[in-house]
């Protein structure tokens, strides 16, 4: 544990609205275990980034007590103040708490134990325009899906995540990407491409599975053109894997690329909407320290 102790940065919304409900058992942890122990409810975005760069500056672990869109914006305060980052993973998705193997709410003995004695970890990020990212972007479909899920709050995790994808098809259709990937340009008509760092999104779905958070290098996968009936069959192969196996689905090492499309499309990261085209995204290698089991 760092001498200064921890910040926590809470997002009052995460998990239904209970995610400061469900760090308090955790933070009380932390102090029977002799731990100073700040809690922050955000106020948005860039408070949030403010408060984890602050506390990173001031030498505490800055703990991101959210789902993804709050572990992204709290890893970019952590970045910028040069400091170590932990993740209580109180959202719907949790997504990279997941990849890393990080313990849930549901066991605060596991979490306190983590932010007490776990290991420091440094994996890379993603730069998307200036947002620091530490999970994937996707710009097509998927980020068409993510507007519905985020427009569903009200509906349980695993239905939206499963309606979403389904709404998202009958209303998109394919576009013309640009893609310049480490100086190469190419164009392409297709459904998507996503920009990986873990590799991870959707609630679990290992979307570019080639995917590693600290080989320095980000894995750009574009899914061609083809029937929007395809998609579907394409969501079923993604949760084993074997999309990548189709024609249309091509994979890609890079370190820098260059997004842009024939129209407007959301540019999406770790469950948010977070940019424009063009987006010029590039990797940051063993930027983000976090703890981990």
């Known amino acids: 544990m760092a001498a200064g102790g921890f910040t926590a940065i809470v997002n009052p919304i995460s998990g239904g609205g209970h995610a400061a409900a469900r760090w308090e058992p955790i933070a009380a942890r932390l102090r029977a275990g002799g731990a100073t122990v700040r809690s922050v409810p955000t106020r948005g975005r860039d408070h949030a980034i403010a408060s984890a760069r602050e506390a990173a500056e001031r ?56 932010l007490l004695a776990g290991r420091s970890r440094t994996i890379d990020v993603l730069e998307v325009n200036g947002v620091v990212v530490p999970g994937n972007v996707y710009i097509g479909i998927d980020a068409l899906a993510t507007q ?52 991870a999104y959707g609630h679990g779905l290992r979307i570019v599975p080639t995917a590693l958070l600290d080989d320095g290098l980000l894995d750009v996968m574009v899914v061609g053109d083809g029937p929007r009936a395809k998609v579907v069959s394409f969501m079923r192969e993604a949760k084993r894997g074997t999309h990548l196996r189709r024609p249309e689905v091509s994979v890609r090492p890079a370190r820098e690329v260059v997004v842009d499309a024939d129209r407007a499309i959301p540019v999406c990261a770790d469950g948010d909407e977070i940019a424009e085209l063009p987006a010029r995204i590039k990797v940051l290698p063993g930027a983000l320290r976090i703890l981990v089991p």
Not at 81 to 91: E, H, I, L, R
Not at 93 to 113: E, F, K
């Open 148 to 199: 519905i899920i985020n427009a569903g709050r009200a509906l349980p995790a695993l239905l939206v995540y499963r309606l979403a994808p389904l709404q998202a098809i009958l209303r998109w259709r394919a576009a013309g990407y640009t893609l310049t990937v480490d100086g190469e340009r190419r164009e392409v008509r297709g459904h998507t491409v996503v920009v990986a760092n873990s590799g």
């Open 59 to 114: 030498g505490e672990v800055v703990v991101a007590v959210g789902g993804d869109g709050m572990v992204r914006d709290v890893a970019e305060g952590a970045v910028r103040g040069a400091g170590t980052m932990a993740v209580v993973p109180a959202g719907r998705g949790n997504d990279l708490a997941r990849t890393l193997r990080l313990p849930g709410v549901g066991d605060p003995a596991a979490v306190a134990d983590l």
